[in-house]
């Protein structure tokens, strides 16, 4: 279905495009979630994993905010997974759209947390 979307935007598994950029200092011991639509939950065991670990919280940051970001979020909430919604580490092709989806995670899905915020709830 996304390539009706998407076309040839589509990003391949094994491409430069589909890397992590290092400046993420990804650790290789944590988890890279492997998905081939919008949502994390998708087809992946994410929900499964979380839970096997006794996770209750999740911190959705990514691309893009209205899609990714927001379908992960979502379904997150459904399955009972207290959200945290990144503003400033989620991005998007427009701000409209990005504002479009912070509203609609406030609303009833998410708590709003910027870079600052968590940084400082972790450093305690």
């Not at 390539?3 to 040839?8: N, Y």
């Not at 919604?85 to 759209?97: C, I, P």
């Amino acid at each position: 279905m996304l390539g009706e979307w998407w076309g040839s935007d589509l990003i391949i598994d094994g491409t430069p495009d589909s890397e992590l950029i290092p400046e993420i200092g990804r650790r290789e011991e944590e988890l890279v979630v492997e998905k081939n639509t919008y949502s994390g939950f998708r087809g992946t065991q994410l929900e499964e994993r979380l839970q096997g670990m006794g996770v209750e919280e999740v911190i959705v940051t990514g691309v893009m905010t209205n899609l990714c970001c927001e379908t992960t979020a979502r379904e997150a909430f459904v399955r009972g997974f207290r959200v945290f919604f990144s503003t400033d580490a989620t991005a998007t092709s427009s701000e409209e759209l990005h504002q479009a989806t912070l509203m609609n995670m406030a609303y009833g899905f998410a708590y709003l947390v910027d870079c600052k915020t968590l940084r400082n709830a972790f450093s305690l």
